[in-house]
């Protein structure tokens, strides 16, 4: 019944800046820990960030001080801010809820491709 759609990705040159987006419907967005997942061709995918229901937002250590994860809880929305990007952020990243409430269900999205090259 959850269901999150991503979107926002694109194309941008190192240094640029790209925001995006993750829509949640199906269910009470405000009881989900959201989270931004990245994965690249050949790798594994690997945690960006996370943001609880208050807002508070934690990041890796590869995107810290880059990257910003914040939420718009009556708008269902969670929001991947990135900045200075450079060539290794290249992946698709993925939208990812978790009920830590309840059930301890999660869900993901669909992914949206983030190239950064000149």
């Known amino acids: 019944q959850v269901q999150l759609v991503e979107s926002g990705g694109g194309l941008v040159q190192p240094g640029g800046s790209l925001k995006l987006s993750c829509v949640m419907s199906g269910s009470a967005f405000g009881v989900y820990v959201m989270a931004w997942y990245r994965q690249a061709p050949g790798k594994d995918r690997e945690l960006v960030g996370t943001?609880?229901?208050?807002?508070?937002?934690e990041y890796a250590d590869s995107v810290k001080d880059r990257f910003a994860i914040t939420r718009d809880n009556a708008k269902s929305t969670v929001y991947l801010q990135m900045t200075d990007l450079k060539p290794e952020d290249t992946a698709v990243y993925y939208c990812?809820?978790?009920?830590?409430?309840?059930?301890?269900?999660?869900?993901w999205g669909q992914g949206t491709q983030v190239t950064v090259s000149s």
């Open positions: 943001v609880t229901n208050a807002g508070s937002a």
């Open positions: 990812n809820a978790q009920d830590r409430y309840l059930t301890g269900q999660w869900y």
